[in-house]
């Protein structure tokens, strides 16, 4: 499938250093449609995100308006584009909206912001990996797998390393693995530990660990 879509993409720096002022106009013409994607500003906050079919409005989301990468591309590889946002923080924060094929919109993924950074499982289609900081400089780091169901994220796994602190009785500079046992309350089991020097074998060192550690192991946490 081949879509045509037209651009115009503004964004506009406030001078401040608080927030600065994001606005979308784009035109997507998929299937025979046209759909224009743009944004209306509510306050300094946030801003409406509407999607338009056919000039029928079919969506409306609420996003930050710090906004600061925008990107239309095809995330899951189905051959439809999708809307992909990432906000300014310490950590990247992110929404994704997915193009649903058989009701011809675009639905926001619930709790994709928690995935910050998603990568896909090349060796399993539908699977994908985030990786965030969770202190000490970036030299505690959080990998996760989950998938995409419904246009809901569903959280299969976690590598916790720790190339920073000494718990009581643990030893330093570990990594520990996770498997989620509980989709309702996203309870984990942990079901190996390492050493955090395991990721000096690689050329990225961590972040070449974490991808060859999902690409390879991703079985152990389907359920």
Known sequence: MKFSSTLILFIFFKATLLAQSF??????????????IHTKELNKESLLLIVERNSEITSTDTL?????????FDFNKDNFPDIFFSYIGNNPTENLLLF???NNRFHQVENFDSYPDALPVTSSSGLYYSYHRAGCADLIWVSDLFKIQNFKTVHLGQIYGDACSTDPGEESFYIKIYKVISKDNDSLSLIQKLSHSVTSKYKDIKWGFIKHYWNKNFRKFMN
């Open 23 to 36: 606005k979308l106009d784009t035109v997507l013409v998929m299937k025979g449609m046209k759909f224009h």
């Open 64 to 72: 930050e308006n710090a906004i600061f990468y925008f990107k239309i």
């Open 100 to 102: 649903d094929q058989t």
